[in-house]
């Protein structure tokens, strides 16, 4: 918990170097994971162009159900550290190595649920741009508001994702 205190909440403008970021990451996961991975799905706020975000990446690696675990050695064997769902059913988070761009990494089932309100919401951000600018505004506000508070900043944005993701 001490690591979210000493790290503000600093939401940028959106960054047309973001999509490659996530190619880059996206070629090592698939080579790391072979067929285990059904897809590498760029999902988070970084993936909505024009959006903007936390610097931070955020990667959903598809699986098939059966194959979880699979995927949970294959990533720990490529440096992550597997730390659980930390309380997200159906999604495994992974820290990153070190030498990486920052992002965040998860395994979910591809019949997740927290996968499904990850896709339906970044493709409602990117097909409406009065949704996207309305929800970059609300998350400078409270980066402003929550600088200090990682989970209060979250937490303050989970209605509007609710109500977005359906």
Known sequence: MSQLKNNPV???DYDPAWPDIFASLQRMLVCAL??????VEHVGSTAVPGLAAKPVIDVDVVV????????????TRAG????????????????????LPAHHLYVCP??????ARHLAFRDALRRDAE???AYG???????????????????AKSEFILRHSR
Request: aromatic residues 6%; charged residues 40%; hydrophobic residues 35%.
């Open 10 to 12: 600093i939401v940028t």
């Open 34 to 39: 072979g067929d285990t991975a059904l897809a």
């Open 64 to 75: 098939r159900r059966e194959d979880i675990a699979t995927a949970i050695e294959k990533l």
């Open 80 to 99: 992550y550290k597997h730390t659980g769902d930390q309380g997200v059913p159906d999604r495994e988070a992974f820290r990153q190595k070190g030498d």
């Open 110 to 115: 591809a019949d997740s649920a927290e996968l």
């Open 131 to 133: 949704l996207r600018d």
């Open 137 to 155: 505004r609300l998350k400078q506000r409270l980066a402003l508001l929550y600088r200090d508070d990682r989970v209060a900043y979250t937490e």
